[in-house]
């Protein structure tokens, strides 16, 4: 009798270990589960030829993301980008302002899949910086956001040309997104 409870017991034990032990598994799985897919762009301005690099998020969720200062709704984009005398409203990070400048042309990205984790390492470095000087420049704000979340890095080289170089490298993509096919509000990191 002793030796059918202590089997009855030691079943139960085991049960409640796997059940336990599955519900690790599924919420160890869902942390993993990719919410965003950051794009590292280049962008030649057809006016002055000058390059431009940026970040740019498509939410792959219904549920809101931040990214940086701005809560992306869910299946929707934003462009992150660092700007000197081209920003509105001084020099800084702004959210959207590369669909407003209707002057870029031959538009290149990479792209990687971010988890939740990811992301929140890729919002603290956006939401962090708001500075341009020439070294400083864009491509510095887009390396440092990029090498937060993704696998491979980019390597700083100061000018914007180097980081397009990468993205060729990198099997970059011409045109993979309409980035004019709305308007969107522009803000820049301190407004927000």
Not at 167 to 177: A, H, R, W
């Amino acid at each position: 009798m002793k030796n059918l409870k202590s089997k009855r017991i030691l079943a139960l034990l085991i049960c409640i270990v796997m059940l336990f032990s599955a519900t690790a598994f599924s919420a160890s799985a869902a942390n993993d589960e990719e919410v965003a897919r950051m794009w590292l762009c280049s962008e030649i301005n057809k006016n002055t030829g000058i390059g431009h690099i940026f970040l740019y998020f498509e939410n792959l969720t219904d549920e809101p993301i931040k990214v940086g200062r701005y809560t992306v709704p869910g299946y929707d984009i934003v462009s992150v980008g660092c700007f000197g005398t081209e920003g509105p409203r001084g020099a800084g990070v702004y959210y959207n302002l590369e669909s407003d400048l209707k002057h870029y042309h031959s538009l290149k990205g990479v792209s990687t899949e971010l988890t939740q984790e990811e992301l929140s390492n890729v919002t603290n470095k956006i939401k962090n910086y708001n500075t341009w000087n020439p070294i400083a420049n864009c491509y510095y704000f887009a390396a440092l956001g990029w090498n937060a979340g993704a696998d491979k890095d980019v390597p700083f080289l100061i000018f914007p040309s180097f980081a397009r170089l990468f993205i060729q490298m990198n099997g970059g993509v011409s045109e993979p997104f309409d980035l004019f096919y709305r308007d969107m509000p522009v803000y820049r990191q301190t407004e927000l």
